[in-house]
């Protein structure tokens, strides 16, 4: 299964609302879709699982949502710390676990 | 709180086999699945394969002929090794848990490591 994340680039001005999109090449249980945040020189963070639940910590800005081969990742309003680059992941139970190619976020 | 710590040589001659090892800290071994991801300098994340507290394994399968992951149980940590190595293989090399039993929930990386970045050059 191939992850297709779009845009490859967006750029937002803090306090815009950013839409990030991950498409599954067929259809996916939703509770395998996850995202992660990645900030230059540190591991990615988990931000999202079973496509729509926060991780611990994480601020209700970030909502995930979607089923069947699209999901989404909303953050409301944007906050200066949240330019980075945003992954989904996917685990197909075969056992593979599958990254979209990122989303970056940047500063407009 | 978690831990996971990779360590290992920075620089690896093509041809030959790059091993890593992560230590696990605030939590046992002898629980979940403990993964091995990798990223090439401004690329995406691979994911590479994973143990269980058993020695079971599974590896993605564009690496497998050439993948190694191992537990040891006595250290608290488990290892990654990848022979024939080129250029291609130089990335930032992640350690991370995938909670055991997620297939009847959620399959995430959580924690990871901070990475180690590896290069393949002679």
Redesign the interface.
Known sequence: IVLTQSPGTLSLSPGERAILSCRASQTVNS??L?W?QQKPG?????LI??AS?R?TGIPDRFSGSGSGTDFTLTISRLEPEDYAVY?C?L?D?S????????TKLEIK | QVHLQESGPGLVKPSETLSLTCVVSGDSINSNWWNWVRQPPGKGLEWIGEVSHNGDTNYNPSLKPRVTISVDKSNNQFSLKLSSVTAADTAMYYCARVTSGCATTSCFFDPWGQGTLVTVSS
């Not at chain 1, 540190?42 to 988990?46: D, E, F, S, V």
């Open positions: 509770n395998y996850v992660y540190q591991a990615p963070r988990l699982y079973g639940t991780a992954y992941q685990f139970g056992p593979m676990y599958t990254f979209g190619q990122g």
